[in-house]
């Protein structure tokens, strides 16, 4: 069953910043929905988490350009 992470995202300043961002998490094997929010910063995964962990989300961000750390 799916779980929501949520990250807080470092480096997007435009809406192709958020759809770049948006499309690479919804490409993960695993992933049923991720929203990304502009004004806050934030992404927000439903995610299966034997298919991606936080690891795996953190680190799609990361080898698009962005930075990503996980929200407790
Ligand atoms: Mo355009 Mo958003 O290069 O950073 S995608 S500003």
Do not use: F, W
Request: net charge negative; glycine share 6%.
């Amino acid at each position: 069953s799916p779980v929501t992470t949520r990250l807080a995202i470092t480096g997007m300043t435009c809406a192709s910043c958020v759809k770049v961002v948006q499309d690479t998490l919804q490409k993960l094997p695993g992933v049923l929905t991720a929203t990304v929010n502009l004004l806050l910063n934030e992404a927000s995964i439903e995610h299966e988490l034997q298919l991606a962990g936080p690891r795996d989300l953190i680190d799609a961000i990361e080898s698009v350009g962005y930075e990503a750390k996980l929200i407790i």
